[in-house]
T-cell receptor, first 112, second 116 residues
Framework: EDKVVQSPLSLVVHEGDTVTLNCSYE??????LLWYKQEKKAPTFLFML????IEKKSGRLSSILDKKELFSILNITATQTGDSAIYLC????????????FGTGTRLQVTL | NAGVMQNPRHLVRRRGQEARLRCSPM?????VYWYRQLPEEGLKFMVY????????ESGMPKERFSAEFPKEGPSILRIQQVVRGDSAAYFC??????????????FGEGSRLTVL
């Protein structure tokens, strides 16, 4: 059965800390891995990763994929209270149609 | 440039009633996906539609659930004879292209169904 596992389940850090969120997966027909940020409402897209070893960056956020070891990490440097959210990892495993399998997410809380 | 619009945002139904959730994709998007998020669980794929066609409904329960995406108008997720276990947040997403073809998925804010 295809599955995506995220760790830790939740995390509390102080503003300014650096955090690393983990996502491991076991899927057939892997096509891409995506990260989303979910605050109280709609998940918003952060990154899509298709190739190993190529870091994607957006401001203080960065992510990398390891297709050999089947995992990805999401780094957030100099965290701010606005980074508090649930971070979702999802894998597009193709097949006959595009669809994503999501992990349960990592709940990040950044405190002052 | 409106995003993915879902309504109603909140819906309360009694057991046995019908629930209809609507989703208008982003302008120009022809790929629509429905996901369900149960409490303390991750988003689970239900169905993938393109205009007038169901492409993949492998994640949708075989009974009581149906989805459509007509040529005109929003996509509809319909749940007949709701039960308490149907209580969840139902998210719609749309994309310009299929995800595997670098199509980014844009989510709506979800419709939260509560079955009494």
């Amino acid at each position: 059965e295809d599955k995506v596992v995220q760790s830790p389940l939740s995390l509390v850090v102080h503003e300014g800390d650096t955090v690393t969120l983990n996502c491991s997966y076991e899927v057939t027909n892997f096509r891409s891995l995506l990260w989303y940020k979910q605050e109280k409402k709609a998940p918003t897209f952060l990154f899509m990763l298709t190739s190993s070893g190529i870091e994607k960056k957006s401001g203080r956020l960065s992510s990398i994929l390891d297709k050999k070891e089947l995992f990805s990490i999401l780094n957030i440097t100099a965290t701010q209270t606005g980074d508090s959210a649930i971070y979702l990892c999802a894998v597009d495993y193709g097949g006959t149609a595009s669809k994503l399998t999501f992990g349960t997410g990592t709940r990040l809380q950044v405190t002052l | 440039n409106a995003g993915v619009m879902q309504n109603p945002r909140h819906l309360v139904r009694r057991r046995g009633q019908e629930a209809r959730l609507r989703c208008s994709p982003m302008k120009g998007h022809s790929h629509v996906y429905w996901y369900r998020q149960l409490p303390e669980e991750g988003l689970k794929f239900m169905v993938y539609l393109q205009k007038e066609n169901i492409i993949d409904e492998s994640g949708m329960p075989k009974e009581r659930f149906s989805a459509e995406f007509p040529k005109e108008g929003p996509s509809i997720l319909r749940i007949q004879q709701v039960v308490r276990g149907d209580s969840a947040a139902y998210f719609c997403a749309s994309s310009l292209a299929a995800i595997g073809n670098t199509g980014e998925l844009f989510f709506g804010e979800g419709s939260r169904l509560t079955v009494l």
